[in-house]
């Protein structure tokens, strides 16, 4: 696998805020970034060198941005195949590939995936329509969770079945769409495990976080997550196997119910940067978007290595809006340069580093 040395143009499909920070640690390895994206004035466009502002099914301006890229990566997994084949065609390299992509873009494939490798996940029903939901809720029994199979994110595409009598909102709720009912999780924590994989095969992971979501959304990640060693071991161990099973080339995060007795179910994965690791490029030796460059380029991985404990506070709708007053001395701020605050909106993030770690 050849190396992609620095002065290359890396491209990234997406311009959100991971693309951003990406973009940002690319930049600092001495490439240049080209971003791929829809909108106008999207935080990763104004921080590129070009922005290639169209559509994802616009094949031959995806061609023409493919062949001036050495490489291409995303910072959106919902990327329509069509897209994903121009780039593959135009000989330009991608990765992730389709592989990780089509599946993380479905939650049955997901879950089917996962099991048919040995990690195991919640129970759960394909759901076609609204008639399949009564017989799987006797199976998965109440209450069970209605997930849209595609395009769900911070929550959204979601809705609980509390009796029968839910069935008929619920599934308008979600739109009507193909779904998956999900058992629920008595879950004692949730955490995730941000892996990466090069194009060379090898792989390195961080330290999981424990993550608290509130209405969906990702709310903090702390490490340590206060677990056992070996759950974390555990949970480390099913990432790599599962990107290994992928042929995934970047990082990806895989998340998890903890259950009171330390087992593990997997709940879903993103082949890609995660909000769970924004914690890692102020507290470990290496961070997760730096990670992600290398692997894609075929450098060797940096030490994943933890230096601090830390905390992760997400900053959303109003909560984005912070002047340099507010902060503590020791908080690290990032902002996604997004111009107006909603609610439910990621606007930025704070890490505090904790405790140096002296082992
Ligand atoms: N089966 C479940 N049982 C209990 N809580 C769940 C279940 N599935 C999801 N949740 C809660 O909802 C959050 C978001 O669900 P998730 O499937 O990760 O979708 P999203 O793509 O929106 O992140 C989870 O992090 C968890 O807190
Ligand atoms: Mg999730």
């Given at each position: 696998?050849?190396?992609?040395?620095?002065?290359?143009?890396?491209?990234?499909?997406?311009?959100?805020?991971?693309?951003?920070?990406?973009?940002?640690?690319a930049?600092?390895?001495?490439?240049?970034?080209?971003i791929?994206c829809?909108?106008?004035?999207?935080?990763?466009t104004?921080?590129c060198r070009?922005h290639w502002?169209?559509?994802?099914?616009?094949?031959?301006?995806l061609?023409e941005?493919?062949?001036?890229?050495?490489?291409v990566?995303?910072?959106?997994e919902n990327?329509?195949?069509?897209?994903v084949?121009v780039?593959e065609?135009?000989?330009?390299?991608?990765?992730?590939?389709?592989?990780s992509?089509?599946?993380?873009?479905?939650?049955?494939d997901?879950?089917?995936f996962?099991?048919?490798?040995?990690?195991a996940?919640?129970?759960?029903?394909?759901?076609?329509?609204?008639?399949d939901?009564a017989?799987a809720l006797?199976?998965l029994?109440?209450?069970s969770?209605?997930?849209?199979?595609?395009?769900?994110?911070?929550?959204k595409?979601?809705?609980?079945?509390?009796s029968?009598a839910?069935?008929?909102s619920?599934?308008?709720?979600?739109?009507?769409?193909?779904c998956?009912?999900?058992?629920a999780?008595?879950?004692?924590r949730?955490?995730?495990?941000?892996?990466?994989?090069?194009?060379?095969?090898?792989?390195?992971t961080?330290?999981?976080?424990?993550?608290?979501?509130?209405?969906?959304i990702?709310?903090?990640?702390?490490?340590?997550?206060g677990?056992p060693a070996?759950v974390?071991?555990?949970?480390r161990?099913?990432?790599?196997?599962?990107?290994?099973?992928?042929?995934?080339?970047?990082?990806?995060?895989?998340?998890?119910f903890?259950?009171?007795d330390?087992?593990l179910?997997?709940?879903?994965?993103?082949?890609r940067v995660?909000?769970s690791?924004?914690?890692t490029?102020?507290?470990?030796q290496?961070?997760?978007?730096?990670?992600?460059?290398?692997?894609i380029c075929?450098?060797?991985?940096?030490?994943?290595?933890?230096l601090?404990?830390?905390?992760?506070?997400?900053l959303?709708?109003?909560?984005?809006?912070?002047?340099?007053?507010?902060?503590?001395?020791?908080?690290v701020?990032?902002?996604?340069?997004k111009?107006?605050?909603?609610?439910?909106?990621k606007m930025?993030?704070?890490?505090?580093?904790?405790?140096?770690?002296k082992?």
């Open positions: 696998m050849s190396l992609i040395a620095p002065g290359s143009v890396i491209g990234i499909l997406g311009g959100g805020q991971l693309g951003r920070m990406l973009a940002g640690a930049e600092r390895l001495g490439f240049d970034v080209d791929y829809p909108d106008t004035d999207a935080p990763a104004r921080v070009r502002q169209g559509a994802y099914d616009d094949g031959a301006l061609a941005f493919a062949a001036a890229c050495d490489v990566t995303l910072e959106f990327i329509p195949v069509g897209a084949s780039i065609a135009s000989g330009t390299p991608l990765h992730p590939g389709q592989r992509l089509s599946l993380s873009q479905d939650r049955g997901e879950k089917a996962l099991n048919s490798i040995g990690v996940t919640a129970d759960y029903r394909l759901i076609d329509d609204n008639t939901i017989p006797v199976e029994g109440a209450p969770l209605l997930k849209t199979r595609r395009e769900g994110y911070d929550g595409g979601q809705a609980w079945i509390r029968p839910d069935i008929e619920a599934w308008k709720s979600v739109g009507m769409a193909p998956i009912l999900e058992a999780v008595p879950f004692e949730e955490i995730s495990v941000l892996v990466a994989r090069s194009s060379n095969g090898e792989t390195k961080w330290a999981p976080p424990h993550n608290v979501h509130l209405d969906g990702l709310s903090t990640s702390t490490v340590p997550s677990l070996d974390e071991h555990d949970a161990e099913q990432a790599i196997m599962l990107v290994d099973a992928l042929g995934h080339v970047g990082v990806l995060a895989l998340e998890f903890v259950l009171p330390g087992r179910l997997a709940n879903e994965f993103a082949p995660h909000n690791g924004h914690w490029p102020e507290a470990c290496t961070g997760q978007f730096e990670q992600h460059i290398r692997a075929g450098w060797p991985l940096g030490d994943t290595r933890r601090f404990d830390a905390e992760m506070v997400n959303i709708g109003d909560a984005g809006l912070v002047t340099p007053d507010h902060l503590e001395p020791g908080d701020l990032t902002l996604y340069g111009r107006e605050a909603r609610p439910g909106r930025g993030h704070i890490t505090r580093r904790l405790n140096p770690r082992d």
